[in-house]
């Protein structure tokens, strides 16, 4: 998409797409992230239907958070049922953090032998907090604010320490594109770092995942994801996505908006359960709300079947209640790939409810993969 | 280490100190006032002369009286040097930290935090109050004895002890200024009757009635006292002690150069006083100059180490 655009070039999906994307950059045009990869940490959201089957219902490639949740998470599981989790042979997920480690290992400019990395945090106020922490804390990095670093003259990034400036070659950034370096994107960030893009771009500091990867987190985007697969790897999807109407298109427009109060409507570029309809839930002024607001900006929303999400027990007051729930595995890609074995499931904590995010009052729950031999 | 880090595990160890020093002073303090008659010199508003804090209290509230000094001094959430405040700031100072250390240090500071924060009315009764501060007392060292036995004595180990050391120099000095009041000519007679069990405290408070048995096998003396507290090698809350501290530090951080200079002199300044001949008056003007000095080697540890403003 930032390089030779084939797949735009041979007709695949419109350019407009693409550049009216709100997460397209064009600063990173021309950009190559080493070992072709600019999403490098993808935690992509799974669900399975009353036929039993898994789809994807989407990808997060900005700053998927989730990760520390599902490996606490088995730490408390073992302690409350450690019979079960021997006797089943579950497949551990606790390796994660090593992997990260490995992965960032693996970015790091060439002529870097043992690089130096930090986790961005915006600080103690973001909710993810917790995690940035954690995280910093299993693979032994720093965890630095924007304030905690500075892009000298000679276009590298450097911390400020108690021995003076120390090079960075490696961050994980947990802040999004638009507050990244105040320098290229807003103005008004405090929280990034001025000159961080200057110096990504000369190749002297990785930035994971890279800015302008969420281009593909773009749910219009997202629709095209399987025929990316056939173009680009010449083998079919393994799990299928949830079938999707794109306002943009004039035909599937009409469409939707004969049906919306069938349908589950979501803004294109949001994350966290933000700015949803879910048609058969919502009241009829929300509806026509959004009939209004689609019909301004198409471009910005899609519509997916209402699918009724698995349910799974959960302990609700002192009885196990049906809530639904969905699953995210974390996707790790660097020199090589990684898939946990397992995941974080969230739970829709709330009774009917099929809006399962963290920032909604959604729960989580350990997952097992269990080993069976086969 | 991040300049950022170094300041946050500073603070973190001047607040878990300044807490266990609280809590000491205060339990010290509220068995003191049971054993004194009424109508002393000695009674709750030097409590506040200690910490510094009279004037503050004088914005918050009318009377001194118990009540209201423990309230102010204990979990007012206003003063900024209350107990509950100190343990805010050191749990904001290590929740910011937290990878720099073992968990339980994070578990151990948090807990007391929740603790005074959710039984704030225990501490309006004498009897919760000896109890919390019990709890309090015994949670910083739990804390102090996790970072000792799974801590590596690294950089960041060391911005801690420079905390921890620079405030409990402090805090003896202000513990010993109450000297001034016990060293006076023209104190009641009623106070003279009182004077060694005041000193007994004294010790008491700052944790060192055992060892000071145990190395001087005086009687109690005023002198000795002053002497122990300020000049001992070995005693850990003694002046000299904290001092020795912080240049042990300073030796294996980076870009200390000139920096224990400071201390040097002042330390000289100390070995050539004679704690049995000292007034009221010189022992108030002895104790200033130590706390100008500890003052002063804040503001260069600042300067070498922590970020500076005009870089954020």
């Known amino acids: 998409m930032y390089n030779e655009q084939a797949f735009i070039n041979d007709g695949l999906i419109p350019g407009y797409i693409i550049e009216s994307s709100t997460n397209f950059l064009q600063e990173c045009k021309g950009m190559q992230p080493k070992h072709g990869v600019w999403a490098n940490i993808c935690g992509s959201d799974l669900i399975r239907d009353k036929d039993g089957k898994f789809y994807v219902l989407e990808d997060n490639l900005r700053v998927p958070s989730g990760v520390s949740y599902m490996i606490e998470n088995r730490v408390i599981t073992k302690k409350v049922f450690p019979e079960l989790l021997q006797d089943l042979d579950v497949l551990p997920v606790d390796d994660y953090p090593a992997h990260l480690f490995e992965m960032l290992v693996s970015v790091a400019p060439d002529y870097v032998d043992v690089p130096r990395i930090a986790v961005l945090t915006p600080g103690i106020y973001n909710s993810a907090y917790f995690e940035h922490t954690f995280l910093a804390q299993q693979i032994g990095a720093e965890l630095v604010e924007g304030a905690d670093l500075v892009v000298q003259d000679d276009d590298c990034v450097y911390m400020r320490t108690i021995n003076g400036l120390e090079r960075v070659d490696v961050i994980y950034r947990r802040i999004d594109d638009q507050f990244l370096d105040p320098e290229v994107f807003r103005k008004d960030s405090v929280l990034g770092v001025k000159g961080l893009l200057r110096a990504w771009k000369k190749g002297n500091v990785a930035l994971v995942n890279a800015p302008g990867s969420g281009v593909a987190d773009d749910k219009v985007v997202y629709a095209y994801v399987p025929d990316m697969i056939k173009y680009y790897l010449h083998e079919e999807p393994i799990l299928p996505n949830v079938p999707t109407y794109l306002c943009s298109d004039p035909q599937q427009l009409d469409y939707v908006l004969k049906h919306l109060s069938e349908l589950v409507v979501k803004p294109a570029n949001e994350s966290g359960g933000y700015g949803m309809l879910v048609g058969p839930h919502a009241k009829p002024e929300e509806i026509e709300h959004f009939r209004e607001v689609i019909a301004i900006n198409p471009r910005n929303y899609i519509a997916q079947p209402t699918i009724a999400l698995s349910t799974c027990p959960t302990l609700c007051g002192n009885r196990l209640e049906p809530r639904h729930v969905d699953l995210r595995p974390f996707i790790l890609q660097g020199e090589h790939s990684y898939v946990t074995a397992g995941g974080l499931t969230y739970v829709a904590m709330k009774k009917g409810s099929l809006v399962v995010n963290s920032s909604q009052g959604g729960g989580s729950k350990d997952t097992w993969v269990i080993n069976t031999g086969a | ?312």
């Open chain 2, 1 to 312: 280490m991040l300049s950022r880090s170094a300041e946050r595990l500073y603070w973190l160890g001047r607040y878990v100190e300044r807490s266990e020093n609280t809590a000491r002073l205060i339990s010290v303090y509220m068995s003191l006032m049971f054993d004194l008659p009424m109508n002393m010199e000695i009674s709750w508003h030097n409590l506040l002369t200690i910490f510094g804090a009279q004037h503050t209290f004088a914005q918050l509230y009318d009377a001194v009286n118990e009540q209201n000094v423990m309230h102010f001094l204990l979990t007012d959430g206003n003063h900024d040097g209350s107990l509950f405040s100190s343990l805010s700031y050191a749990r904001e100072n290590i929740r910011t930290s937290r990878e720099l250390m073992p968990d339980e240090a994070w578990q151990q500071v948090n807990e007391m935090y929740l603790l005074i924060r959710d039984k704030t009315e225990s501490a309006d009764n004498r009897r919760g109050r000896v109890v919390l501060l019990n709890e309090i007392m015994r949670g910083c060292q739990r804390f102090t004895g996790f970072l000792a036995g799974a801590m590596s004595q690294d950089d960041a180990f060391r911005f801690i002890k420079l905390g921890r050391n620079i405030e409990r120099a402090d805090m003896t000095t202000r513990i010993l200024d109450i000297g001034s009041v016990l060293l006076a000519e023209d104190r009641s007679d009623k106070l003279r009757q009182y004077e060694n069990t005041l000193w007994i405290n004294v010790l008491k408070s700052l944790s060192a009635l055992l060892m000071y048995r145990k190395h001087r096998r005086l009687r109690i003396s005023s002198g000795d006292v002053l002497d122990y507290l300020i000049k001992d090698h070995d005693f850990p809350r003694s002046v000299v002690h904290c001092i020795n501290e912080v240049k042990a530090c300073y030796r294996f951080l980076p870009r200390s150069n000139g920096m224990a200079d400071n201390l040097n002199q002042l330390s000289a300044a100390l070995v050539a006083i004679d704690f049995y001949q000292i007034t009221p008056q010189g022992l108030h003007n002895l104790l200033d100059n130590i706390q100008l000095r500890l003052c002063e080697t804040h503001n260069q540890i600042t300067l070498t180490w922590f970020l500076k403003l005009s870089q954020q």
